[in-house]
């Protein structure tokens, strides 16, 4: 992948489209929305795929960032992110869930990526 200055930040051409990245965000996306756009990303698929193969299908899910902390101090890194999890499907149970999930954060590249500088939390729900 190739990144270009452009006056608001960088842009890069990707087979989906033109990705603009800017510290201002009437701009373009900023970094740490992009971070936690591919946690979130990454979770979610890694979870679908875990839930099927143990014949727990999703039928809906939505994912929600409840909390994300990035700390002044340190040029603004992010500390904590916390995804919240609402899933809906016919043969969910909670206690196979909760396993799931920890298959998730085990297997999604993203949160591994970053598992030892920051706090990554996800909870979930059945709807």
């Known amino acids: 992948m190739k990144y270009v200055m452009t006056e608001n ?3 890069t051409a990707l087979d989906f489209g033109t ?3 800017s510290g201002d965000e009437t701009k373009g996306f900023r970094p740490y929305q992009l971070l936690v756009s591919s946690l979130v990303g990454c979770s979610g698929g890694v979870l679908r795929k875990v839930c099927e193969k143990m014949r727990m299908p999703i039928e809906e899910m939505e994912i929600n960032v409840l ?3 990035r700390n002044p101090e340190e040029a ?3 500390e ?3 995804m919240h ?3 809906k ?6 206690a196979k869930m909760e396993r ?4 998730t954060m085990k297997n999604c590249s993203m949160v591994r990526s970053v598992d030892q500088s920051m706090e990554v939390i996800e909870t979930f729900e059945l709807v």
């Not at 799931?100 to 298959?103: C, G, T």
């Open 76 to 78: 603004s890194k992010l």
């Open 19 to 21: 990705l603009t990245i």
């Open 100 to 103: 799931a999930m920890i298959v």
């Open 67 to 69: 909390e994300v902390i």
């Open 89 to 94: 499907g016919t043969n969910l149970d909670a």
């Open 80 to 82: 904590k992110v916390h």
């Open 9 to 11: 930040g960088f842009e």
């Open 85 to 87: 999890f609402k899933l």
